[in-house]
């Protein structure tokens, strides 16, 4: 049997995505009981609101679910496409529909002011009600005046359970798995949940595992495969106990100014894949706790360090944190400022 015998399949992670708030895996502290989206549902009042988060933790997927239990128009558009007569035109339409629309604008931060402001009046009489998803801090993205209008709520990444439950929920309930005699090593379930990233490019991950092996009756899947796909091996890194261990041995090298243990652990965590801009956060946060006023300008170093990767990104950026680190390892150190806020 051909598994994929419709030409018009979508991604398993598009097939997954939720259609109720019962079937929405994470973000408990936002639709669990008593909690704030639950009770807008619960009482069938929807204010607009900013979800921001990483990416692939559920934002789109609770704006359409809001939508289509309060039985709104849903109007999806981008930020970086969305023009001022599109701006109009939705505006239009919204005040002439017989219900109510909800305008999702992904990458909501790309929206420049005078097109924030457009939806001031908008929002302040309810007559349009925004749904905003962004990656970005929108206490430093967004107007004021927009922020003041909005409920602003932060997504979460999904934790190793919640990614557990997503995995078997697509084995379980997809109906194209369903037709699959299906076999997964506890390998590479733990690969699966714990190393492929985020839950959207565990289940592309997943999904590829199942393609690469061709129309047979039945398919069994282990580390191996998993790993010849992603050209990479797995790691003592590749738990998640083993990624806050190493970032702690890596920060600790670097406060206790040893150069080869540092550059050990940033080259085991790159090798691992681990998000570039996490290990930069992580130098900003030591260049202020533990250099400190030792050298204060190490701070500007370690700012400098995230900027340049988010412009270059991987692998150069690699070089930029090795610089950075080093950097930062031959400086002398001092908490005192670390210590004296907190006794303040």
């Given at each position: 049997m051909d598994l994929f015998e419709e030409k018009k399949l979508l991604p398993l992670s598009k097939r997954m995505m939720p259609e109720t708030i019962d079937d929405f895996v994470g973000q408990k502290h936002l639709i669990g009981e008593g909690k704030p989206i639950r009770i807008m549902l619960v009482n069938r009042i929807i204010h607009s609101m900013i979800f921001y988060g990483p990416p692939a933790t559920g934002k789109t997927s609770l704006a359409e679910i809001i939508a289509k239990s309060m039985d709104y128009n849903f109007v999806k558009t981008n930020a970086l496409t969305l023009d001022n007569?599109?701006?109009?035109?939705?505006?239009?339409?919204?005040?002439?529909?017989?219900?109510?629309?909800?305008?999702?604008?992904?990458?909501?931060?790309?929206?420049?002011?005078?097109?924030?402001?457009i939806f001031l009046s908008e929002l302040e009489y309810g007559e349009l009600i925004i749904i905003g998803a962004t990656t970005e801090n929108p206490y430093f993205v967004l107007n004021p005046a927009l922020r003041s209008r909005v409920f602003i709520y932060e997504?979460?990444?999904?934790?190793?359970?919640?990614?557990?439950?997503?995995?078997?929920?697509?084995?379980?309930?997809?109906?194209?798995?369903?037709?699959?005699?299906?076999?997964?090593?506890?390998?590479?379930?733990?690969y699966l949940i714990n190393s492929s990233g985020d839950v959207r490019q565990m289940l592309n991950l997943f999904e590829m595992a199942i393609l690469s092996k061709g129309v047979v009756e039945k398919i069994n899947i282990d580390l191996k495969d998993l790993e010849d796909i992603l050209q990479k091996k797995e790691t003592k890194y590749s738990s998640e106990e083993g990624h806050y261990d190493v970032i702690s041995a890596f920060i600790k090298s670097v406060r206790g100014s040893d150069p080869d243990a540092s550059l050990y652990y940033l080259a085991l965590m790159i090798q691992s894949g681990e998000d570039p801009l996490f290990i930069a956060r992580r130098l900003i946060i030591l260049a202020a706790e533990d250099i400190g006023l030792a050298y204060p300008e190490a701070l500007n170093v370690a700012v400098s360090c995230y900027e340049a990767i988010e412009r270059i990104g991987m692998p150069e950026g690699r070089i930029v944190l090795g610089m950075t680190t080093l950097f930062l390892v031959g400086l002398p150190k001092s908490n005192s400022a670390y210590l004296a806020i907190d006794k303040a």
């Open positions: 007569e599109d701006i109009r035109l939705i505006i239009k339409n919204a005040r002439n529909s017989d219900k109510k629309t909800i305008l999702f604008i992904d990458e909501i931060h790309r929206l420049n002011k005078p097109k924030q402001d997504f979460y990444p999904l934790n190793s359970e919640e990614k557990r439950k997503i995995l078997e929920n697509a084995i379980k309930k997809d109906e194209f798995l369903r037709k699959v005699d299906l076999s997964l090593s506890d390998e590479a379930i733990n």
